[in-house]
């Protein structure tokens, strides 16, 4: 399959480099508004085409799929011209900073009938995909809880550079960036995932410093609760602004056992004799056409599982996965508005603080 990609800022280091990991899946074209930008990345990584607009990219014959990796202010219109094409295309999460504009990208994918993805790769971790199937399988009987702690020093590592594209636009929620709407999709996603429906009772935002950019609302610290269609209930516990990292944690409790998966992506079950055992990931969740080593959790091995859903992605154009996982527009939608959700319950709490 051959990838033109619209876009090169701070995102693509991870999509490129996860297309480096499958050598069936060649990226032939790119494009950015910053042209040495993209010049410079097709120099990096060997890419043939630099062309000067989204358009002119969109209309190579060479492109069977468009990997959108624009800063979420600028996801419609590239969206909207690759379907109008006839093209598959993937968009970067979030679809969209606006639920009715992520609809509208939904409901356009639905009429052209083409695959359209929303790029939440985190689907695609081993240990993500075996828990997935262990809950559906009844292996912790009925869902009771899960618990999310995520805890890192993200911010720090990534914002000591005042003019780059962290300070741009990453770090502001306005632009779609911060904690919230630059990471916590990808929790919504999962719990969503793994658990099915999702909706949200509480939310809580918290600053880290005393001072943030203009006209931002900060979200360095998250608390959510919420209710399961299917049953139980959930909490996500996390920060960026940590002194240092202890990654990302899951206790997934069920009538029958508890899961626990660990920062480094370790699995154990506690049965109701309290007996404790590990659980190991079988092979074959990692598909052997995508080379490295997997990781797990938050900024962790996120080009290995983007190579991985790229892989499923390439089998589904191709119509040889009749059971896609892969997070569809309509996922980006509702993860939009369970993100609007958030903003809206916290909104009151953050103007008394």
């Known amino acids: 399959m051959r990838i033109g990609i619209i876009g090169a800022g701070i995102h693509s280091e991870v999509h490129l480099a996860g297309y480096a990991m499958t050598p069936h899946i060649n990226v032939v074209a790119v494009t950015d508004v910053n042209q040495p930008r993209a010049q410079q990345i097709a120099a990096t990584y060997g890419i043939a085409k630099v062309f000067g607009s989204a358009a002119e990219l969109i209309a190579c014959a060479d492109v069977d799929l468009v990997d959108v990796i624009t800063p979420p202010t600028a996801h419609r219109e590239p969206v909207l ?169 899951w206790s997934v409790v069920g009538s029958e056992r508890t899961i626990v998966v660990e920062p480094g992506g370790s699995m154990t079950a506690t049965d109701a004799a309290g007996q404790t055992s590990a659980l190991t990931v079988p092979a074959g969740y990692r598909p052997a056409a995508v080379k490295g080593e997997s990781g797990f959790g938050f900024g962790s091995g996120g080009s290995w599982a983007f190579a991985a859903m790229m892989d499923h992605l390439a089998a589904c154009v191709a119509g040889g996965d009749d059971l896609p996982v892969f997070a569809t527009f309509g996922d980006g939608a509702r993860n939009a508005q369970l993100i609007a959700d958030i903003y809206r319950l916290a909104s009151a709490p953050m103007a008394a603080s």
């Not at 005042?162 to 929790?187: E, I, K, M, N």
């Not at 939310?203 to 998250?222: F, N």
Request: proline fraction near 4%; glycine fraction near 10%; charge should be negative.
């Open 81 to 249: 011209t690759v379907l109008n094409a006839g093209k598959p295309v993937l968009c970067e999460k979030p679809l969209s900073l606006e639920p009715d504009e992520a609809s509208e990208l939904d409901a356009a994918a639905n009429a052209a009938s083409l695959l359209a993805a929303t790029s939440f790769n985190r689907r695609f971790d081993p240990a993500m995909r075996y828990l997935r199937d262990l809950v559906a399988d009844g292996f912790i009987g009925e869902h009771r809880m899960t618990t999310v702690n995520v805890i890192t020093a993200w911010e720090r590592m990534h914002g000591a550079d005042a003019s780059g594209d962290f300070r741009q636009w990453l770090r502001s929620p306005d632009t779609g960036g911060g904690f919230l709407r630059g990471a916590l999709p990808h929790y919504v996603d999962l719990l969503r995932y793994l658990l099915g429906e999702a909706g949200v009772s509480s939310a809580t935002l918290r600053s880290a410093t005393a001072t943030q950019p203009s006209g931002s609302v900060s979200d360095d610290i998250v608390l959510v609760t919420g209710t399961l269609a299917a049953g139980g209930v959930y909490s996500v516990a996390m920060t960026w602004s940590a002194a240092s990292d202890a990654g990302e944690r």
